[in-house]
């Protein structure tokens, strides 16, 4: 991924017998990312996030989506009654989120904006991050950055609610996975590997779409936190770490699960304290 700054994704040109064209992450993956995800119950992601919001938060209206996509959840908080606008750092991810809410006639703003630096908005009640989008973030100093942009857009005793997927993960269904499948106008193959000294996940995609003819190739890279390093840069950050849960449940998240969601409190606006590492571990054993 790169910076918000970057440029929308320029046409691909219909080259007959070129090779592929190699796209920045979600470039070339956008348009038919909906179709390659239809398995995720995004209600029941909401559902659950919603439920995280009114056990550790005190009426929580205005919301944001962090690396929204293509506004799938965004558009379910919507329906759930929040005040929410989506951001993401892909200029087509954020055009089909804004063509689905146009088409569906709903009242909800997507914005390009990198995580990194979310420029003007807020403050308000609560952010999420979800569906592995923040292990996108591949240098630690990136989880510093991003973690201290979204404690200036929260208000007081905001909310930032994110989950990442675990090296488990990695292990057990993508350190050699290959997939493919012919959709609507296209096919794709994906190849998702693991490298383990590096702790990166790798998935490439190679898209052929009718259309054109279209043949794009990207690859997307992960990093996979141990959850123990999350936890002191969580520390450092000016939030409290109020949870970590495995998965969609209610149960201690660590090292063990798929994926753990992580639920931060902004400390106030004065001074936030920085305990030691060790003091925001308590609440988070298990890892
Ligand atoms: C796996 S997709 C998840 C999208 C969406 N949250 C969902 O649930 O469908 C990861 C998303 O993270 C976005 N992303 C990656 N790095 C980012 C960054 N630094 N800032 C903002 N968005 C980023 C990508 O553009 C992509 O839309």
Known sequence: MTSSDRDAPSPVPAVPGAGPLEREAYDGLAPIYDYVMRH??????????????????????????????????????????????????????????????????????????????????????????????????????????????????????????????????????????RDAEEGPGFVYSRHSYYDREQRLQFNAFDIRYDEGPVHVRETHRQRIYRCDELVERIGRSGFDLLACYDGFSLRKGSEKANRVHFVLRRQSAAAPSSPSPADRQEEAQGY
């Open 40 to 177: 995720v119950d995004y209600v029941e992601w909401a559902e659950y996030v919603r439920s995280l919001l009114e056990r550790h938060g005190d009426g929580v209206q205005r919301l944001i989506e962090l690396a929204c996509g293509t506004g799938n959840a965004t558009l379910e908080f919507d329906r759930l009654g929040y005040d929410v606008a989506g951001y993401d750092a892909s200029p087509a991810m954020i055009d089909v989120a804004r063509g689905k809410a146009e088409t569906l006639r709903r009242d909800v703003a997507f914005a390009v904006r990198d995580l990194r630096r979310l420029g003007q908005i807020g403050p308000v009640d609560a952010a999420v991050c979800l569906y592995d989008s923040f292990n996108y973030l591949l240098q630690p100093g990136d989880v510093d950055t991003a973690l201290a942009e979204v404690w200036r857009v929260l208000a007081d005793g905001g909310l930032f609610i994110f989950d990442v997927c675990t090296e488990e993960n990695s292990l057990r269904h993508f350190s050699d996975m």
